[in-house]
Structures are given as C-alpha cells and as structure tokens.
C-alpha cells in the first residue's frame, strides 16, 4: 500500500465522519464550524498585526 492510497483513504474517512457529523447534529456542527473559522481567522489577524507592528518598528 503506498502512501498516496493511504491518504486518499484517510482523506475520505475523515470527509465521510463531516458528513455524518452534520447529519447527526446540524446545529453543533455549525456551532463548531463557526468556532473554529473564527479561531483560524483571530491567528492569521494576530500574525497580520505583529508583522505590521514589527515593520512599523524597523523605520
């Protein structure tokens, strides 16, 4: 079994366990959805504000 096969299946398991998840429990889901867009979207607006306020120092 090469490592290709072996991530194309452990992507599909991990697409299927979504599914069910939203099946099972739609408003969860979304809850955690939304969750974690929000934390991804916190890191990448902290790292946006210490580059600038690290350039910023630099003149």
């Known amino acids: ?3 290709v096969t072996v991530r194309k299946s452990l992507t599909t ?7 069910i ?4 429990n739609p408003s ?3 809850g955690a959805f939304g969750d974690f867009v929000n934390d991804v979207g916190g890191f990448f607006s902290a790292i ?4 600038a306020e690290f350039i910023k120092a630099l003149t």
């Open 1 to 3: 079994m090469t490592f």
């Open 13 to 19: 398991v991990f697409v299927m366990f979504l599914v």
């Open 21 to 24: 998840s939203f099946w099972r």
């Open 28 to 30: 969860a889901s979304a």
């Open 48 to 51: 946006i504000d210490k580059t």
